[in-house]
């Protein structure tokens, strides 16, 4: 069993920047692809960015391509999630989730362990 916590989230004010960390508790982070999601209130799930176990590969969800940036350390267990010019509409909570395996994706059914979630607030 993988436990995920989620940190970094928080009020901030339109084109701010917030950083994300997520804290798995496994000895074999390495071997874990890892993703991002977030839901606002009265919304579905939305992908927000995945990466895969040794960050060969990344992606993004349209809504923020060129303002997020997905990371992972494996020597630290932790993935990050760098979050540029901040709008309004990316208030949510956001997710992290991990998935033994290699290959990262916006499918959230491709992920086994999640964390309980960090709220992130940008106000206009």
């Known amino acids: 069993q993988v436990q995920l916590v989620e940190s970094g989230g928080g009020l901030v004010q339109a084109g701010t920047s917030l950083t994300l960390s997520c804290e798995a508790s496994?000895?074999?982070?390495?071997?874990?692809?890892m993703g991002w999601f977030r839901q606002a209130p009265g919304k579905e799930r939305e992908f927000v960015a995945a990466?895969?176990?040794?960050?060969?590969?990344?992606y993004y969800g349209d809504s923020v391509k060129g303002r997020f940036t997905i990371s992972k350390d494996n020597a630290k267990n932790t993935v990050y999630l760098q979050m540029n010019s901040l709008k309004p509409e990316d208030t949510a909570v956001y997710f992290c989730?991990?998935?033994?395996?290699?290959?990262?994706?916006?499918?959230?059914?491709?992920?086994?362990?999640w964390g309980q979630g960090t709220q992130v607030t940008v106000s206009s």
């Open positions: 496994t000895r074999t982070f390495s071997n874990y692809a």
């Open positions: 990466i895969g176990r040794r960050s060969s590969n990344t």
């Open positions: 989730a991990a998935e033994i395996g290699g290959w990262a994706t916006d499918k959230s059914q491709g992920y086994t362990y």
